[in-house]
């Protein structure tokens, strides 16, 4: 019944059925909007400061929030200086998750804080230093990791699905297993003792992000839904 797909990244469009797939019908992966006009600048690591991380995501079991409370932890427990602000609302209901992610951080030490919904999300952007995206199934794209990168957060992520095809691992950001709680600490811990090569992935991913700014897929979407139009 269809003629043409977009999907937001290859990993997407490997999830149409397999009828459609078996036909060969067009598909194009066109990015979406991330709400970036465009890319700022990377950050720097200040000696002796935390390591702020963020969490921006509605408080859902497959957003992997828990993951990233369990590696703060860890880092916590190692006797380093880190801070995690959580940041979303859970706008279809039910409590049950973000009560269990509250229990949860009780034995943080205080390096879980819970902001809730925030409108703006500059200001939260700009005074942290990590973002963590620990989705625990693969994210279609992930729109935040773009935000995070064009502000020069360093991204982790999960190894799969949109962020595979976004961050280039170890270069302009870092990739994690799936509920993995170890293995992401042992990042958020390179992060916070090598300044150095946060700088350096935090300025390759504002390079990055430049390749999926609104001021660049805007104008490429319009382009092809232009010209299928056209044909």
């Not at 973002?131 to 794209?141: K, Q």
């Amino acid at each position: 019944r269809f003629d043409h797909f977009f999907a937001n990244s290859r990993w997407t469009a490997s999830t149409l059925p397999k009828p459609v797939l078996d036909r060969h019908y067009p598909i194009e992966i066109v990015h979406p909007v991330s709400g970036v006009r465009a890319a700022s600048a990377g950050k720097r690591r200040t000696e002796g400061q935390p390591l702020r991380v963020l969490s921006l995501s509605r408080l859902s079991p497959w957003k992997g929030i828990h993951t990233t409370i369990e590696a703060v932890k860890l880092v916590r427990n190692s006797g380093l200086d880190i801070q995690l602000s959580i940041a979303g609302g859970n706008p279809f209901g039910g409590d049950e998750y973000e009560e269990r992610l509250r229990v949860a951080s009780q034995n943080a030490n205080g390096a879980v804080k819970f902001i809730g919904t925030v409108a703006d999300v500059g200001p939260l952007l700009e005074t942290h230093d990590a973002l963590v995206c620990a989705s625990a199934t693969p994210e279609p794209f992930g729109q935040v990791l773009i935000q995070g990168m064009a502000r020069g957060l360093v991204v982790v992520a999960t190894d799969a699905g949109g962020p595979r095809e976004i961050i280039e691992a170890d270069r302009s950001g870092m990739l994690v297993p799936f509920e993995r709680p170890l293995d992401l600490a042992h990042a958020l811990t390179e992060l916070a003792l090598d300044h150095d090569k946060f700088e350096k992935i935090s300025q390759a991913g504002v390079e990055r992000s430049r390749f999926f700014t609104d001021d660049r897929t805007v104008p490429a979407f319009e382009e092809s839904i232009l010209g299928l139009l056209g044909r």
